[in-house]
């Protein structure tokens, strides 16, 4: 398995301005993810984090809101960029280091972000 | 679309009997499942999967059933412990692709 750890854990944000929260792995992995979960609902894929290239995103998510960056096996960052109220979620780092996506990944503890 | 639903919301139970935790989904193209765990301030943590070739896994007091027919699954937690009180994630995806995610169940054990 494989420790996640997010900073920052929490943060309190106005409109208009960007936040960057940092994944850190204690052990290489192959693949690393990140997720929205917004109040009330289910864990969303934002994007898959690719080590060296552009991250792919899923349908509704775009790079310029959602910037990400993987510079090595063990290291991400998501930008949110421009937030809105509508941004206010819990935002995950994931990693896996299965070559099957849908195979067990292992979670950072996310960072809670309100937008004001 | 959901095509993961997890029905129930919450779910309460007395320690030591059985909580059975229950997922539909409507993609007949999923392949694999998995539940995670969740406590508060802390990430999801991999509980137990299936795969479509199986009808059941287990692995302790976890056992995780998958009707294909009914697209349903179920986790059944014996006996159940004040620890297993925590948000419960049913997750499905086809094979090579994303993990998609129902709402949650969140477990409570009474003691």
């Known amino acids: 398995s494989a420790v996640i750890s997010q900073k920052p854990s929490r943060d309190i944000c106005q409109r208009g301005t960007s936040l960057t929260i940092q994944c850190q792995v204690d052990?290489?992995?192959?693949?690393m993810f990140w997720y929205r979960q917004q109040p009330g609902q289910s864990l969303t894929l934002i994007a898959t984090?690719?080590?060296?290239?552009?991250?792919?995103?899923e349908s509704g998510f775009v790079i310029d809101k959602f910037p990400i960056s993987r510079p090595n096996l063990t290291f991400s960052t998501l930008t949110v960029s421009n937030m809105s109220p509508e941004d206010s979620s819990i935002y995950l780092c994931?990693?896996?280091?299965?070559?099957?996506?849908?195979?067990?990944?292992?979670f950072g503890p996310g960072t809670r972000l309100l937008v004001l | 679309d959901q095509q993961v639903k997890q029905n129930s919301p919450s779910l309460s139970v007395q320690e030591g009997r059985i909580s059975i935790l229950n997922c539909d989904y409507t993609?007949?193209?999923?392949?694999?499942f998995l539940w995670y765990k969740k406590y508060p301030a802390e990430g999801p943590t991999f509980l137990i999967s299936?795969?479509?070739?199986?009808d059941k896994n287990e692995d302790g007091r976890f056992t995780v059933f998958l009707n294909k027919s009914a697209k349903h699954l179920s986790l059944h937690i014996v006996p159940s412990q004040p620890g297993d009180s925590a948000v419960y994630f049913c997750?499905?995806?086809?094979?090579?692709?994303?993990?998609?995610f129902g709402a949650g169940t969140i477990l409570r054990v009474k003691s």
């Open positions: 299936i795969s479509s070739i199986k």
């Open positions: 052990s290489q992995v192959t693949m």
């Open positions: 984090a690719n080590q060296g290239s552009e991250a792919t995103y």
């Open positions: 997750a499905a995806a086809e094979y090579g692709n994303k993990l998609v």
């Open positions: 993609n007949s193209m999923f392949d694999y």
């Open positions: 994931s990693g896996s280091n299965r070559d099957r996506v849908e195979e067990t990944q292992y």
